[in-house]
């Protein structure tokens, strides 16, 4: 089943990772990335609001709803019981990759050193977020992690974006790229669904490509 749900991700190519001030956004947020052409978000935990919006998002039913920016074993719990799908952290907590297996959702936590790598191997994991991938050294340090670690995929996050995608969507252990830049933060907040919608178009024509 966790499996499944990163193939999901892998096909979409892209996550769009999400800051939501007030749930009453989640539901016109959906919308907008259904009708872009890219149904996936991870809602972060960095606002109250991420639980309440989760589950608006995953109870639509149409949208592969995750979790990102999950700290805690606590917000494992929170997070699934709003219907996430998948739990993302930034960095590599056994504790939270522990919690993640007994309930059974996929989880993709953060590792860019060898022995970060290593140790998620330890834990099961063959899929871990590289963030941030601009300042941990970018496609080229993927590129030289995957030579001793051929088994395992990537998803870099963090300084991403049109100008540079192509680097990362090109290295076949790179499963799938985050980013914020398609669901800016403020226009999220107004409600311009219509300038998210084009970026998230947008977006999805690149990845395309
Ligand atoms: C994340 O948590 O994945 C990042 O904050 C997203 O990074 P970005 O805003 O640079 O895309």
């Not at 709803?65 to 996430?84: F, K």
């Not at 989880?107 to 191997?121: H, S, Y």
């Amino acid at each position: 089943m966790t499996t499944e749900v990163l193939d999901r991700l892998a096909h979409h190519r892209l996550v769009p990772v999400v800051v939501l001030d007030d749930a009453s956004r989640a539901d016109g947020l959906a919308g907008a990335l259904v009708n872009g052409g890219l149904p996936v978000a991870e809602v972060t935990f960095r606002t109250a609001a991420a639980e309440e919006s989760i589950r608006i998002m995953a109870a639509r039913g149409d949208v592969l709803v995750g979790a990102g920016t999950v700290l805690t074993v606590e917000q494992v719990t929170l997070a699934v019981r709003a219907g996430a799908s998948y739990v993302v952290s930034p960095g590599l907590s056994r504790a939270v990759v522990e919690r993640c297996g007994e309930l059974g959702v996929a989880v993709l936590p953060g590792a860019v050193t060898a022995t970060e790598v290593q140790a998620a191997l330890e834990l099961g994991i063959s899929v871990v977020k590289f963030f941030p991938a601009g300042t941990s050294g970018g496609a080229k340090a993927i590129a030289a992690l995957a030579a001793p670690f051929g088994d395992v995929s990537f998803v870099p996050t963090g300084g991403i974006g049109p100008a540079n995608l192509h680097e990362y969507l090109a290295l076949s252990c790179v499963r799938a790229v985050g980013g914020s830049w398609m669901v800016p933060r403020g226009l999220v907040a107004a409600g311009d669904w219509k300038q998210v919608q084009a970026l998230v178009a947008d977006a999805v024509a690149l990845a395309a490509h």
